[in-house]
């Protein structure tokens, strides 16, 4: 391999118990290579630092909804082979998993969206795993979730008429997690279309 302004280099496809020999020269602007330098001769050690991985998002006890995003960073002193991402129920004594991703790097950052819509609403836990290629496994990472699934129902919804206009009423829905209120509205033929309530409280006059 040719190595420019660097006074090291890392053989990440040394293996271990097998011996290599190295050497290096110098070349010049005008091309010129110099005589090698002397045979060194080497055999790999083990492998037995484990990789590090760490879960960025989601953060823990979070609540999310059917549209998990995971993120998360590996890194590796020789190259990460595998990361795995799992989940659990409370109470569960196996893991299902979300996402496996083999890799050639020794820093990785992942970003996976778990589908996780047909999911019951309630507590999960996600953990992280890596691996390096020489088999040592990280320490676990784990995040505490709930995953809610139940949409909002809508109370009262009628509509007045006011001569030149319509007058679109509302109930403000009782959940303690009610955020906002979309309102859609067709006109003729055409699609529908979103309007942006600014005060979901008060009543709208479109």
């Given at each position: 391999?040719?190595?420019?302004?660097?006074?090291?280099?890392?053989?990440?496809?040394?293996?271990?118990?097998?011996?290599?020999?190295?050497?290096?020269?110098?070349?010049?602007?005008?091309?010129?290579?110099?005589?090698?330098?002397?045979?060194?001769?080497?055999?790999?050690?083990?492998?037995?630092?484990?990789?590090?991985?760490?879960?960025?998002?989601?953060?823990?006890?979070?609540?999310?909804?059917?549209?998990?995003?995971?993120?998360?960073?590996?890194?590796?002193?020789?190259?990460?082979?595998?990361?795995?991402?799992?989940?659990?129920?409370?109470?569960d004594?196996?893991?299902?998993t979300?996402?496996?991703?083999?890799?050639?790097?020794?820093?990785?950052?992942?970003n996976?969206?778990?589908?996780?819509?047909?999911?019951?609403?309630?507590?999960?836990?996600?953990?992280?795993?890596?691996?390096?290629?020489?088999?040592?496994?990280?320490?676990?990472?784990?995040?505490?979730?709930?995953?809610?699934?139940?949409?909002?129902?809508?109370?009262?919804?009628?509509?007045?008429?006011?001569?030149?206009?319509?007058?679109?009423?509302?109930?403000?829905?009782q959940?303690?997690?009610?955020?906002?209120?979309?309102?859609?509205?067709?006109?003729?033929?055409?699609?529908?279309?979103?309007?942006?309530?600014?005060n979901?409280?008060?009543?709208?006059?479109?």
């Amino acid at each position: 391999d040719t190595v420019y302004g660097k006074d090291s280099y890392v053989d990440k496809k040394a293996t271990y118990g097998e011996t290599f020999k190295y050497k290096i020269s110098a070349i010049d602007d005008a091309g010129n290579e110099g005589e090698c330098s002397k045979v060194v001769e080497v055999t790999a050690i083990d492998d037995v630092v484990k990789p590090v991985l760490t879960i960025v998002k989601p953060v823990k006890n979070i609540l999310v909804g059917n549209q998990v995003r995971i993120s998360l960073t590996a890194f590796d002193n020789v190259r990460v082979d595998k990361i795995v991402i799992e989940w659990q129920k409370p109470g569960d004594t196996s893991w299902n998993t979300i996402y496996e991703e083999e890799t050639k790097e020794d820093y990785v950052i992942c970003n996976h969206t778990w589908d996780a819509s047909a999911m019951a609403s309630g507590n999960y836990t996600i953990r992280a795993r890596c691996f390096d290629i020489s088999g040592n496994v990280s320490e676990t990472d784990t995040k505490d979730i709930r995953i809610d699934n139940t949409p909002i129902e809508i109370g009262k919804f009628d509509i007045e008429s006011m001569g030149w206009k319509l007058k679109v009423n509302w109930e403000k829905p009782q959940e303690e997690d009610f955020k906002k209120l979309e309102l859609y509205i067709k006109y003729g033929d055409n699609a529908y279309k979103s309007v942006d309530i600014k005060n979901v409280y008060e009543k709208v006059s479109p």
